[in-house]
């Protein structure tokens, strides 16, 4: 009997969710107002350590209205990886402004604080920093380049959350972060985002744009351009018992991590493990490996016959600067571009067993091995 497939992704609902959503359909509080927005937002700020969070209906609309409350627009530049999920650049188009590519860090996949370095110009009015699949970058480094050069720094977070550097939650170190509890994230809302940040006036203006621009004196008065960025309260009776258990959630993802490094050990000399750095807590929001690029495999064919024994996985995301919207014929970003054509995202969720990653593992290793030693690349074996 064929085993059921193995989903890259999975939300895990075993809290009070169902309680809570119940609650607000029992009290009618559906939409944009009720108890659970301000709970899950306090619930945020305190686990990381900032003192104020703004809760939106998604991750990019967080981050659209982070870069707006700073003022980002036309004629301005804003540095950001080009190995990122293609929503932090459109993010940075919608205010008017323009994305500055900069290529990453091996084997971090984080953007490159040198290449930053070389890309600010006087028109350069924040970074953009990208923990990409959970690992921080180097957010020291980073911030205090943006000291010298009096730019703000905004962590688009969507992806880290739980993360550290030092013992300190990425989303403390910018100016604000956002994040991201799509259904496929650490934890989910089924849609929805956050901005997070020390800032009082940055978090007021922030709620100020989110609906509407709407007076605080007067009923339907718009003194500015505002946007329906609001999450509803049902959404957040979600983030409130998924926040009551983010230990556990992030326990999952530290021991979905060690299996994987277990039983991948001994294939370093085929893929690049998604290690942390000394002075980090990775928070394996995805665990993504890399073929080695000397060995030339063709990443697409291992994908293809992971599927085939089904097993999901992903390909790690393109180069921004691939995509059409954002295409550059001269840009050089050879570490991106090398993660991009060799890295594949591995089922990643806490409802995963150990079976599961035997499973996995089992055919991701023999499928690596022959491919590598086959040339003819014919008789890939399931396990």
């Given at each position: ?217 007067r009923s339907y008065w718009h003194t500015d351009v505002g946007f329906n960025y609001r999450m509803t309260n049902i959404a957040a009776a979600i983030g409130c018992a998924q926040m009551e258990r983010i230990d556990q959630h992030l326990r ?132």
């Amino acid at each position: 009997m064929r085993r059921p497939p193995i989903r890259v992704a999975e939300p895990v609902l075993d809290g009070n969710e169902r309680d809570y959503v119940l609650d607000c359909l029992d009290s009618t509080w559906i939409s944009s107002r009720g108890k659970y927005i301000e709970q899950f937002e306090a619930a945020m700020a305190d686990f990381c350590g900032v003192r104020y969070a703004v809760a939106a209906n998604n991750g990019t609309t967080a981050l659209h209205l982070a870069l707006a409350a700073h003022d980002i627009g036309p004629g301005d530049e804003v540095i950001v990886p080009t190995l990122t999920y293609i929503a932090s650049v459109n993010a940075i188009r919608y205010c008017g402004a323009t994305p500055v590519f900069v290529d990453s860090t091996e084997p971090q996949m984080a953007l490159d604080p040198m290449d930053v370095q070389r890309k600010i110009t006087s028109k350069t009015r924040a970074i953009l920093t990208v923990p990409l699949y959970g690992h921080p970058v180097a957010i020291k480094a980073i911030t205090q380049i943006a000291r010298q050069h009096g730019l703000h720094v905004i962590e688009d977070a969507a992806e880290a959350l739980g993360a550290k550097v030092d013992g300190k939650r990425v989303g403390s170190w910018g100016h604000c972060a956002t994040f991201s509890f799509f259904g496929n994230k650490i934890i989910t809302t089924g849609e929805g985002g956050m901005v997070v940040t020390d800032d009082p006036q940055l978090a007021e203006r922030m709620r100020f744009l989110r609906g509407q621009a709407v007076s605080a004196d007067r009923s339907y008065w718009h003194t500015d351009v505002g946007f329906n960025y609001r999450m509803t309260n049902i959404a957040a009776a979600i983030g409130c018992a998924q926040m009551e258990r983010i230990d556990q959630h992030l326990r999952r993802r530290q021991q979905v991590a060690r299996w994987y490094f277990e039983r991948l050990e001994d294939s370093r000399g085929s893929l690049v493990l998604p290690d942390a750095q000394r002075d980090c807590d990775h928070s394996y929001w995805m665990y993504s490996v890399v073929l080695r690029p000397s060995l030339n495999l063709p990443r697409d064919v291992v994908i293809e016959r992971l599927a085939d024994q089904g097993i999901e996985t992903r390909p790690v995301f393109y180069p921004v600067n691939w995509m059409p919207p954002y295409r550059e014929t001269e840009g050089a970003y050879p570490v991106a571009e090398a993660f991009a054509r060799n890295g594949i995202s591995l089922p990643t969720h806490g409802k995963l067993s150990e079976d599961d990653f035997e499973y996995v593992c089992r055919n991701l290793t023999r499928f690596v091995r022959e491919l590598t030693e086959s040339p003819g690349r014919r008789g890939l074996r399931a396990a």
